[in-house]
């Protein structure tokens, strides 16, 4: 046996017919088993090779699709990584795993929750058990980011390296991903008043298939995918990849490291930073631009007009937290579920030009928080967006009399 065991090809035959063996109706546990007795190792790059040759040979991608979470948890654990490369803080796959390592801390609180289902209910803490699941599985959809900086900045150099196949049946595995994330929000919001059996019932049927796609996907990636990518993609490539992270955002996670590829001096940065931004009523530049926003006095959030978080101000001291992570968020998962119908009301009021702007002000500890919403619209009247401006007014509301002398506080 040890032949095929250290036999590439024999080991990929092997694999391959396996998968055909399930394709055929074969039973899983079955051929689970024989994986793990004969394939006691086996080189990640060979699973890809194994996916790619199935697909090349006829076998549909739906069919793939559909056996992926199969032959994927019988390999768990018996994949080889002796050979993956280290990467350093802030490299692109450094930022998916850590991403990882963050969407596991929210699978663990679900998973803690659930255990305490019944107890929690019994004592009649319905609404508030409901809205902190409703609130994790919120986080998890962030999840949406993490796929699709793969969907749209990884997988394209795969392609480019004639690895065609396995990204097709990874986006595939997203969407189903995204589907049963919507499923069990769209659960967690069905009326009523929920028992411990009926909330058993959610979990079995909606919730968990979403945290099993979750954490299915996290082997697939740190066992096969990122081992692969890293052997396959130049620094170039992993470069390019890193510069444009920023436009789709992060996941759980905002990198608090910079990340430059081995030989940087020899990548030129030719971003919008050095040119020069022109308006009607004069220009600046780029660094100029990002000075003003963030010495105003204020804090600026902006959702664009597909409600996506764009972009906020990073001024020294926020009155709310804001990181990275919540960029290219849908803005009504970056509000408690309890709120989530304030923020539906003022975007749908925007559009509809029903609205102009929102006011809100609240008292927070001894500081007077001032928040107002504003709708965004071009010299047409079109919507562009809404913007988020708070500000701490505490001390603005002592004034009185007037200040003619120039005077300084330090």
Same mark, same amino acid.
């Given at each position: 046996?040890?032949?095929?065991?250290?036999?590439?090809?024999?080991?990929?035959?092997?694999?391959?017919?396996?998968?055909?063996?399930?394709?055929?109706?074969?039973?899983?546990?079955?051929?689970?088993?024989?994986?793990?007795?004969?394939?006691?190792?086996?080189?990640?790059?060979?699973?890809?090779?194994?996916?790619?040759?199935?697909?090349?040979?006829?076998?549909?991608?739906?069919?793939?699709?559909?056996?992926?979470?199969?032959?994927?948890?019988?390999?768990?654990?018996?994949?080889?990584?002796?050979?993956?490369?280290?990467?350093?803080?802030?490299?692109?796959?450094?930022?998916?795993?850590?991403?990882?390592?963050?969407?596991?801390?929210?699978?663990?609180?679900?998973?803690?929750?659930?255990?305490?289902?019944?107890?929690?209910?019994?004592?009649?803490?319905?609404?508030?058990?409901?809205?902190?699941?409703?609130?994790?599985?919120?986080?998890?959809?962030?999840?949406?980011?993490?796929?699709?900086?793969?969907?749209?900045?990884?997988?394209?150099?795969?392609?480019?390296?004639?690895?065609?196949?396995?990204?097709?049946?990874?986006?595939?595995?997203?969407?189903?991903?995204?589907?049963?994330?919507?499923?069990?929000?769209?659960?967690?919001?069905?009326?009523?008043?929920?028992?411990?059996?009926?909330?058993?019932?959610?979990?079995?049927?909606?919730? &968990?298939?979403? /945290?099993?796609?979750?954490? @299915?996907?996290?082997?697939? =990636? *740190?066992?096969?995918?990122?081992?692969? %990518? $890293?052997?396959?993609?130049?620094?170039?490539?992993?470069?390019?990849?890193?510069?444009?992270?920023?436009?789709?955002?992060?996941?759980?996670?905002?990198?608090?490291?910079?990340?430059?590829?081995?030989?940087?001096?020899?990548?030129?940065?030719?971003?919008?930073? &050095?040119?020069? /931004?022109?308006?009607?009523? @004069?220009?600046?530049?780029? =660094? *100029?631009?990002?000075?003003?926003?963030? %010495? $105003?006095?204020?804090?600026?959030?902006?959702?664009?007009?597909?409600?996506?978080?764009?972009?906020?101000?990073?001024?020294?001291?926020?009155?709310?937290?804001?990181?990275?992570?919540?960029?290219?968020?849908?803005?009504?998962?970056?509000?408690?579920?309890?709120?989530?119908?304030?923020?539906?009301?003022?975007?749908?009021?925007?559009?509809?030009?029903?609205?102009?702007?929102?006011?809100?002000?609240?008292?927070?500890?001894?500081?007077?928080?001032?928040?107002?919403?504003?709708?965004?619209?071009?010299?047409?009247?079109?919507?562009?967006?809404?913007?988020?401006?708070?500000?701490?007014?505490?001390?603005?509301?002592?004034?009185?009399?007037?200040?003619?002398?120039?005077?300084?506080?330090?």
């Amino acid at each position: 046996m040890s032949e095929l065991i250290n036999n590439s090809q024999n080991r990929k035959d092997l694999l391959k017919h396996m998968i055909l063996q399930l394709h055929e109706g074969v039973a899983p546990e079955a051929v689970r088993s024989r994986m793990i007795d004969l394939l006691t190792k086996i080189p990640y790059g060979e699973v890809v090779e194994v996916e790619q040759e199935l697909i090349s040979e006829g076998l549909p991608e739906s069919e793939v699709l559909r056996l992926c979470d199969i032959h994927s948890q019988a390999l768990e654990g018996h994949i080889d990584l002796s050979g993956m490369r280290i990467v350093a803080p802030g490299h692109p796959v450094d930022t998916f795993k850590r991403e990882n390592r963050e969407l596991e801390k929210v699978v663990k609180q679900l998973h803690e929750l659930f255990a305490d289902a019944g107890t929690v209910l019994s004592g009649a803490g319905e609404e508030g058990y409901i809205n902190t699941v409703k609130d994790l599985f919120n986080k998890l959809m962030d999840v949406d980011k993490h796929y699709r900086r793969k969907e749209n900045l990884l997988f394209p150099f795969l392609e480019k390296y004639g690895i065609t196949g396995p990204p097709k049946v990874m986006w595939g595995k997203h969407d189903e991903t995204r589907d049963l994330l919507k499923n069990a929000i769209n659960a967690l919001g069905m009326p009523g008043e929920v028992t411990p059996a009926m909330m058993k019932t959610r979990v079995e049927l909606h919730l &968990e298939p979403a /945290i099993k796609a979750i954490t @299915g996907m996290i082997m697939k =990636e *740190e066992e096969i995918l990122f081992p692969m %990518t $890293l052997d396959k993609l130049t620094e170039t490539d992993w470069y390019e990849i890193y510069r444009q992270t920023n436009e789709i955002g992060y996941c759980l996670y905002d990198p608090d490291v910079t990340w430059k590829p081995h030989g940087s001096e020899t990548f030129v940065e030719t971003s919008a930073e &050095e040119g020069t /931004i022109s308006l009607p009523s @004069g220009k600046f530049t780029s =660094e *100029e631009l990002l000075a003003i926003l963030n %010495t $105003l006095p204020v804090d600026i959030t902006f959702v664009d007009r597909n409600d996506k978080v764009s972009y906020f101000s990073q001024g020294k001291e926020r009155i709310f937290d804001r990181n990275r992570a919540i960029l290219g968020r849908d803005v009504r998962m970056c509000h408690p579920p309890s709120s989530v119908h304030i923020v539906d009301r003022i975007v749908s009021d925007f559009k509809s030009g029903k609205a102009d702007s929102a006011p809100f002000w609240i008292q927070k500890g001894d500081r007077f928080i001032h928040i107002e919403y504003f709708a965004l619209r071009n010299e047409k009247g079109d919507y562009l967006g809404t913007m988020e401006m708070t500000q701490d007014l505490t001390e603005k509301r002592k004034l009185s009399g007037d200040q003619r002398l120039l005077t300084y506080n330090k």
